[in-house]
């Protein structure tokens, strides 16, 4: 049973969080900083940031904060967002692609695609892509990416990534947090290829009392209690983040999640990738797709 507890020290270490001023997100920041990391609470709202950095600091611990604006669902910003790190900082050991969100009203990225696809995978595509030149030449560093265990009723219809044909929320977030799956594999992949010492890998939280919940309606969110039962507190859910990031037993290309009742509670393990999440083919394409349009990856 790994938990926190069993964190090493990380001190020296710079890691990005993205969506770390609530949630799993803040809960990753904490423990990293507990253990003497410099965190970069990469968030959309900046007074937000600043105020998740108050209480971390009041939680005590020898790491270090630091607050950054990045709005996911902005190309040209996330652009921006690391090349002004990669200004500030001559390392990135561990990039973990937190943030999400999760069944809103139709809504759409500055770019014009899907808000989930855009942001949930379109935007950590683009933001690992532009950092990634600092990844490479950082001594063996991570690329930790955050899916669900909805990937697993996902599919990838590439006619439909601006909502043109129709739109159904939860389908929409499926897909993007399938679309997390085919990233973190393809880049490791890749990787592999360039012969690069970067480790790619994907995780999934569980079931667990966060503020993603929001836009679901009283009806619908009794209704996903009972059909997966208990949540987990957000401490509890952010530990396969925290194990893919620091452990020194976590692989490149695995997929992490808790070890109890499909996936939805417990501490974390290896998981099983459903035949869902090894089309090659679609792998591939998505990669190509992502790639065209972000214009982030050499790799």
Not at 230 to 257: I, T, W
Not at 264 to 271: D, L, Q, S, V
Request: charged fraction near 20%.
């Amino acid at each position: 049973m790994w938990t926190a507890k069993d964190i090493e020290s990380q001190k020296g270490k710079t890691i990005i969080v993205t969506g770390s001023n609530i949630g799993l997100g803040y809960e990753t920041a904490l423990a990293l900083h507990k253990a003497g990391a410099h965190i970069v609470l990469a968030c959309r709202d900046k007074d937000k940031a600043e105020e998740a950095i108050g209480k971390i600091k009041a939680e005590g611990g020898n790491g270090s904060l630091e607050a950054a604006v990045l709005d996911l669902a902005s190309l040209a910003q996330i652009e921006q967002f690391a090349a002004d790190f990669k200004q500030k900082h001559k390392q990135l050991d561990v990039l973990i692609n937190n943030a999400g969100v999760m069944v809103p009203p139709k809504s759409f990225t500055n770019d014009g695609y899907e808000l989930q696809f855009g942001v949930n995978f379109l935007g950590h595509f683009a933001l690992t892509g532009h950092l990634y030149d600092l990844l490479k030449a950082t001594h063996n560093s991570r690329v930790v990416t955050v899916s669900s265990g909805a990937f697993r009723r996902g599919t990838i219809n590439f006619g439909n990534f601006k909502a043109e044909q129709s739109y159904d929320s939860w389908r929409e977030y499926a897909q993007s947090k399938l679309g997390n799956m085919f990233f973190a594999f393809e880049l490791q992949n890749r990787i592999n290829i360039a012969g690069d010492a970067v480790l790619s890998i994907a995780v999934q939280p569980g079931a667990n009392k966060t503020d993603l919940q929001r836009n679901m309606s009283e009806q619908e969110f009794t209704a996903a209690v009972e059909r997966v039962g208990e949540l987990m507190e957000p401490s509890q859910g952010a530990l396969p983040s925290l194990y893919a990031a620091v452990s020194p037993n976590a692989k490149g290309g695995a997929f992490y999640e808790p070890d109890q009742d499909n996936g939805y509670r417990g501490y974390p393990a290896e998981g099983v990738i459903d035949e869902v999440a090894k089309d090659d083919a679609v792998r591939v394409k998505l990669w190509d797709i992502a790639q065209q349009i972000t214009k982030a990856f050499s790799i």
